[in-house]
């Protein structure tokens, strides 16, 4: 009778609580018959018992619900799971209104993380942990792995929030073997707490060696570390290095900073000579840094500092980050954009003595962009710059010589970086090591653009630019110069359309679109004031077809009169996008300029350009840029490159780049270069590339390397290069790469080192 009135008192309880709190009545099963304790007023499930409520499910041996206060007590081979978060351990009090919970030692495991601890204590979106473990990515045994005395974890169960953890008194480690300790830590659990890349080789110029990069995340946002080095034949390097990334609403922040520091203990041939002729220095060093920070939506800033000690430290040492970029440009920018307006103060500088580089220190700008005249549809633009200007003009000691870049094909020594000075030091007719002067220049135009349908476009304009120069060292008193601009611009619209339809390459209508387009632009000068001025700003080297408005000509110091047409027929086909728009299958441009007043021995026709491309589906893509002398005629460059990709399977890079600048010179090259990337496995995959050199009639640099993912933490490269009629580099070079993959590794092919 007794048992028949307490199963009846079940019944009713659950009746009443289902009646009063339907919505937040746990479910509850158990292979035993379920009972209620009338003195501690809980419900008692034994047996692969169950609870599971709206954001938990709950497996124990047994588990005990209070009615009054929603405890709940589970014993023996306790599972929680909340999403895709579970947690398991022998004994855990759990509220199943607020959500708190403690327990002994358990485990817990959301991907991409694992911990385990001695106790715990909080919710699951605020756990508190004694003597945590915490294991990244998959369970490996050279996982990375954090060691901590207390470990908070916060949003382990919100699903569009990045977990965070904050430990205190942490050891790093590399599966069981401890390497690094740090007193405080906080980290958004998307990738590892710290990084890693090793490279292990040998060279004729080193010796064997190893390089290692490591950050190690101290906050959110920032992560330090340093470059160690170690060459057997060259010595020990090492430098800080730091990372520091926040985006918080318009205001971002990037900074990037590495930097190495050797006494460099290889002999006098390894240490060899710089570009200027000059012995290289034992103490050598290279701080590479770039900041770029957004302060509001209209203003930012954006830095640069890449400092040698010579020209060749940072090729030696870290050939990679040289590879990238070769030219050491140092610079700071700030930006503000107002209501179409700009103003910028801009510094470009020179840290390094092998370098002559024209120095803004400062340069300040303001621009106006193109602006409507009280409704009328005449536009004018202005654009203002005041700056003291400033070059070194470092001369070689011997004669000009040809150097071979990494990649084993000839270059020049004067490139677009030293404009031209040193080739010129010997014809200055001033000696000075140092150019100075400070200078204002202020441009104003004037156009309207008139629509004749949607046929043709007709632009007038006119302006002018006022260059003034005061305290220069070449000469005393002031110069000014001052040059008009005269001319149009002219273009005819066309198209024709089609309605072609091919599946295969995805294409959904054809449009071309023809545009003839004409150029004129007329620019006298004349000057008054004491000469010479410093060539500071003069005119540079470049393949590139060069701005015809006098607004964006920037060889001022060096500027003539100049009488110009350009003709130009620019063809464009596209197809309907996917979604929205439209999408370009190939382009097809012509240009070619005529000299109405060339200078003597200048011819009045200048090179034929043309640039073409064709991309009509996501796996092919060809590209072609080529100049033409019309004078002889000769082909003076010609330049293609063609991608062929597989899905992930494989993909082709074919180069070639011709360049004839004039006959019997060291400046004319002829190369052929050939990448090839073919997966093996889901995990590995090789890759191949070879630069072939016509002029030579061989290989001057062979790759070869396979990538695989030893674990789930690490991947590795082995890569042997081969190279020819290399300066600096040696003939055979073989190196292994470890690195730390992230997170969500997918593997993929990596460039190069």
Request: with cysteine; net charge positive.
């Amino acid at each position: 009778m007794k048992s028949l009135f307490r199963t009846l008192k079940i019944i009713l309880l659950s009746s009443s609580l289902l009646i009063t709190s339907y919505a937040d009545l746990p479910e509850l099963s158990s292979n035993e018959p379920i009972e209620y304790d009338e003195n501690s007023q809980e419900i008692i499930l034994r047996g692969a018992a169950e609870l599971s409520s709206e954001k938990a499910l709950i497996k124990a041996n047994e588990i005990r619900l209070n009615n009054e206060n929603s405890n709940t007590c589970a014993t023996g081979d306790v599972k929680i799971n909340m999403n895709d978060l579970r947690l398991i351990t022998e004994t855990m009090q759990y509220n199943l209104s607020t959500e708190a919970l403690s327990s002994g030692y358990f485990r817990a495991g959301k991907s991409p993380f694992y911990i385990s601890g001695t106790n715990t204590s909080g919710t699951l979106n605020d756990l508190n942990i004694d003597n945590a473990t915490v294991l990244l990515g998959e369970p490996d045994f050279l996982n990375p792995t954090l060691c901590a005395s207390n470990l908070e974890v916060k949003n382990a169960h919100e699903e569009n929030i990045p977990t965070k953890i904050i430990a205190r008194n942490i050891w790093f480690k590399i599966g069981n073997v401890p390497f690094f300790y740090w007193p405080y830590f906080s980290h958004s659990i998307q990738e590892f707490p710290f990084q890693i890349a090793s490279e292990y080789g040998k060279s004729k110029e080193y010796g064997p060696y190893i390089r290692n990069t490591i950050f190690f995340r101290t906050t959110p946002r920032l992560k330090i570390g340093a470059l160690v080095d170690l060459y057997k034949d060259r010595g020990f390097l090492i430098g800080p290095a730091f990372k520091y990334i926040s985006r918080v609403h318009c205001k971002q922040v990037y900074s990037d900073f590495q930097s190495g520091f050797i006494h460099d203990n290889g002999d006098r041939a390894q240490l060899g000579v710089d570009s200027l002729g000059r012995k290289t220095p034992r103490s050598r060093n290279f701080i590479e840094w770039y900041h770029q920070q957004n302060f509001t939506e209209n203003f930012q800033i954006t830095s640069q500092l890449r400092r040698w000690s010579d020209s060749n430290s940072l090729r030696d040492f870290r050939p990679k980050l040289f590879n990238n970029d070769n030219d050491p440009d140092s610079f700071a920018e700030a930006v503000y954009s107002g209501h179409n307006y700009y103003l910028t103060a801009f510094t470009r500088y020179s840290p390094n003595n092998f370098q002559n580089v024209p120095q803004r220190i400062p340069e300040l700008n303001f621009q106006l962009l193109p602006t409507r005249i009280c409704g009328t549809p005449i536009f004018q633009t202005i654009n203002a710059r005041v700056a003291h200007l400033h070059s070194n003009n470092h001369c070689r000691k011997d004669k000009h010589k040809e150097d071979r870049n990494n990649n084993g094909h000839q270059q020049h020594k004067e490139d677009g970086n030293n404009n031209g000075h040193e080739h010129n030091c010997k014809h200055h007719k001033h000696k000075h090591h140092h150019l100075t002067s400070d200078r204002i220049d202020i441009f104003y135009g004037l156009h309207a653009p008139f629509h004749f349908e949607d046929i043709m476009t007709f632009t007038p304009l006119i302006g002018g630019q006022i260059d003034e120069y005061f305290k220069k060292n070449t000469s005393r008193g002031d110069f000014t110069r001052l040059r008009g601009q005269i001319g149009f611009d002219l273009q005819f619209n066309s198209y024709a359309q089609w309605n072609y339809v091919n599946p295969t390459w995805g294409i959904n209508g054809l449009r071309h679109i023809f545009r003839p387009t004409v150029q004129y632009r007329y620019i006298p000068q004349h000057s008054i004031g004491k000469r010479p001025i410093p060539k500071i700003d003069r005119h540079v080297f470049t393949t590139n077809i060069r701005p015809l408005d006098l607004n964006y000509q920037r060889d001022i110091d060096t500027a003539r009169t100049q009488n110009v047409i350009r003709f130009g027929l620019e063809n464009l086909l596209q197809t309907r996008g996917p979604f929205y728009g439209s999408r370009d299958l190939a382009y097809f441009n012509l240009y070619q300029d005529y000299l109405l007043r060339a200078r003597p021995h200048d011819h009045h026709w200048s090179h034929l350009y043309t640039e073409f491309g064709i991309f009509p589906a996501y796996w092919i893509n060809f590209t072609l840029y080529n100049r033409i002398d019309v004078r002889r005629p000769k082909l003076s460059e010609f330049n293609t490159a063609l991608v062929l990709t597989d899905a992930r399977f494989w993909s082709l890079t074919y180069i070639t780049s011709f360049l004839h600048k004039k006959s019997h010179s060291i400046d004319n090259r002829h190369q052929h270069g050939l990448n090839i990337t073919y997966r093996l496995t889901p995990r590995t995959y090789i890759s191949a590339e070879a630069l072939y050199d016509v002029k030579l009639h061989k290989i001057t640099k062979g790759t070869f390397a396979l990538d695989t993912q030893l674990t789930n933490a690490w991947g590795a490269q082995l890569q042997v290069t081969h190279r020819r009629k290399a300066v600096r580099e040696s003939k055979w070079e073989v190196g292994l790469v470890i690195h730390l993959l992230p997170l969500d590794c997918d593997l993929l092919p990596i460039p190069l080192l």
